[in-house]
């Protein structure tokens, strides 16, 4: 007993990285869910639509600023532990003042283009004042991630999760449970202030890895933009799907059709969660992998990634199945309408799961072009197919469409990381000739 005891812990020990990352991600589902329940309980489906629809579009727009920075920072600033040098501040300043400014740039658009940019986005749906708090959570949703990644970059993943997913949502939940927040602008611009203090708390955490001694290591942003820029289309690409299922929902069929989609959305995101959670952390040790030409250890940290992500989300998938009403019981009466989407959405993401961080081995191993083709060509298909959906199915249309657009890419992707790299997620080997 005692042995086996010692062999649990050891496991424990070895993914505690991960389990740290998939529990604060647990968190952030669940103060996400209760900003659904307050709002949904209190204010209604289309004051759900609205808010979800709002704090998308953020997350989007967000997403278009950074370039794809985000992503590219774990992929080279990772360098740093396989050679032991701290990080230039010159090399950080760059990334983050080049995201920012992008950030702000599209703020600046939103505010001077006035309808021409706001009807195509929300038509009537949501309120022509939301614009400033728009602004000001898409910079707060860009700022989090930015600094998040660079704290994951140096492998201080609980930091880098609590930054990216916990901080805002839990602000929000804090504020409408409290009071502070009474309305759907309120609980955005509370959205809005928690991002801007978890930003100030990632550049405080990440001091300690900076250096402006000659020692540090310097990497050009020519060399981030390299990489970032098919890794910004893979961002888009996957940010899209949420966001556009919301709109074409909001657009065609209501803010109430919207606020239903998001709820399902969000109760299937359990499982998105636990993936993104997972393939966060271990898209900085695979990317350190790569880097030390250890392509044995991307192979066993892909099939650690794909096992963990699975046995976390079979039982939750059964769960979420038989749960789904309940649970949108809890949020009100008219949300039981979206049960079936629950169903579609959560078998979709349990699917995805199962292919494994495909996408990913591609991204931190070299393969940005790659993943970019493959990403580009389902975003595509999915603005194609997405409104024709909508048209023939209603919201369980858009749920199918997009879960079977997501499958396919990540298909592809396994496709080309089993034959063209020689990796098997699951089995976590390489074939010779890979090697070679």
């Given at each position: 007993?005692?042995?086996?005891?010692?062999?649990?812990?050891?496991?424990?020990?070895?993914?505690?990285?991960?389990?740290?990352?998939?529990?604060?991600?647990?968190?952030?589902?669940?103060?996400?869910?209760?900003?659904?329940?307050?709002?949904?309980?209190?204010?209604?489906?289309?004051?759900?639509?609205?808010?979800?629809?709002?704090?998308?579009?953020?997350?989007?727009?967000?997403?278009?600023?950074?370039?794809?920075?985000?992503?590219?920072?774990?992929?080279?600033?990772?360098?740093?532990?396989?050679?032991?040098?701290?990080?230039?501040?010159?090399?950080?300043?760059?990334?983050?003042?080049?995201?920012?400014?992008?950030?702000?740039?599209?703020?600046?658009?939103?505010?001077?283009?006035?309808?021409?940019?706001?009807?195509?986005?929300?038509?009537?749906?949501?309120?022509?004042?939301?614009?400033?708090?728009?602004?000001?959570?898409?910079?707060?949703?860009?700022?989090?991630?930015?600094?998040?990644?660079?704290?994951?970059?140096?492998?201080?993943?609980?930091?880098?999760?609590?930054?990216?997913?916990?901080?805002?949502?839990?602000?929000?939940?804090?504020?409408?449970?409290?009071?502070?927040?009474?309305?759907?602008?309120?609980?955005?611009?509370?959205?809005?202030?928690?991002?801007?203090?978890?930003?100030?708390?990632?550049?405080?955490?990440?001091?300690?890895?900076?250096r402006r001694s000659v020692e540090a290591l310097d990497i050009s942003l020519k060399t981030v933009l390299t990489s970032s820029i098919p890794l910004w289309g893979v961002a888009m690409a996957t940010n899209i799907g949420d966001w556009y299922g919301l709109a074409v929902a909001a657009s065609m069929l209501g803010?109430?059709?919207?606020?239903?989609?998001?709820?399902?959305?969000?109760?299937?995101?359990?499982?998105?969660?636990?993936?993104?959670?997972?393939?966060?952390?271990?898209?900085?040790?695979?990317?350190?992998?790569?880097?030390?030409?250890?392509?044995?250890?991307?192979?066993?940290?892909?099939?650690?990634?794909?096992?963990?992500?699975?046995?976390?989300?079979?039982?939750?998938?059964?769960?979420?199945?038989?749960?789904?009403?309940?649970?949108?019981?809890?949020?009100?009466?008219?949300?039981?309408?979206?049960?079936?989407?629950?169903?579609?959405?959560?078998?979709?993401?349990?699917?995805?799961?199962?292919?494994?961080?495909?996408?990913?081995?591609?991204?931190?191993?070299?393969?940005?072009?790659?993943?970019?083709?493959?990403?580009?060509?389902?975003?595509?298909?999915?603005?194609?197919?997405?409104?024709?959906?909508?048209?023939?199915?209603?919201?369980?249309?858009?749920?199918?469409?997009?879960?079977?657009?997501?499958?396919?890419?990540?298909i592809l992707a396994y496709m080309i990381v089993r034959y063209k790299l020689g990796i098997g997620i699951w089995t976590g080997t390489v074939r010779a000739s890979s090697m070679d």
């Amino acid at each position: 007993m005692g042995r086996l005891m010692q062999a649990v812990l050891r496991k424990l020990e070895q993914h505690s990285a991960a389990l740290s990352s998939l529990a604060i991600r647990g968190a952030s589902v669940l103060a996400g869910f209760a900003v659904t329940i307050m709002i949904g309980s209190s204010m209604g489906a289309a004051a759900t639509g609205q808010f979800a629809l709002t704090a998308q579009t953020a997350i989007f727009l967000a997403v278009i600023g950074l370039l794809g920075l985000d992503v590219g920072v774990v992929r080279h600033f990772a360098k740093t532990l396989a050679s032991g040098a701290p990080l230039a501040l010159a090399t950080v300043l760059r990334v983050c003042t080049l995201g920012f400014t992008f950030m702000a740039a599209i703020g600046l658009i939103l505010l001077l283009a006035g309808d021409l940019v706001w009807l195509p986005l929300f038509g009537d749906v949501v309120p022509r004042e939301f614009l400033i708090v728009l602004c000001a959570l898409l910079v707060a949703r860009g700022g989090v991630q930015l600094l998040g990644a660079l704290l994951r970059s140096q492998h201080r993943f609980t930091s880098g999760q609590f930054v990216a997913a916990l901080a805002i949502p839990a602000s929000t939940a804090f504020a409408l449970v409290t009071g502070i927040a009474d309305s759907v602008e309120d609980a955005l611009w509370a959205a809005s202030a928690g991002g801007f203090v978890a930003m100030v708390f990632a550049a405080i955490t990440f001091r300690r890895h900076v250096r402006r001694s000659v020692e540090a290591l310097d990497i050009s942003l020519k060399t981030v933009l390299t990489s970032s820029i098919p890794l910004w289309g893979v961002a888009m690409a996957t940010n899209i799907g949420d966001w556009y299922g919301l709109a074409v929902a909001a657009s065609m069929l209501g803010a109430a059709e919207a606020g239903y989609y998001r709820v399902a959305a969000q109760i299937a995101a359990v499982l998105q969660i636990i993936s993104v959670a997972l393939f966060a952390v271990y898209s900085a040790k695979i990317s350190t992998a790569y880097h030390a030409d250890d392509t044995e250890l991307v192979a066993r940290l892909a099939r650690s990634a794909v096992r963990l992500s699975t046995a976390a989300a079979l039982p939750a998938s059964i769960i979420l199945l038989i749960a789904s009403e309940p649970l949108l019981q809890l949020i009100g009466d008219e949300f039981i309408a979206a049960r079936s989407l629950v169903y579609i959405l959560v078998v979709g993401q349990l699917a995805f799961t199962l292919t494994g961080p495909c996408g990913l081995v591609l991204a931190m191993s070299g393969h940005e072009k790659i993943n970019l083709i493959i990403t580009v060509a389902g975003t595509l298909l999915l603005l194609a197919c997405v409104p024709a959906a909508a048209a023939y199915a209603g919201l369980e249309g858009i749920a199918v469409c997009i879960s079977a657009i997501m499958l396919l890419r990540n298909i592809l992707a396994y496709m080309i990381v089993r034959y063209k790299l020689g990796i098997g997620i699951w089995t976590g080997t390489v074939r010779a000739s890979s090697m070679d």
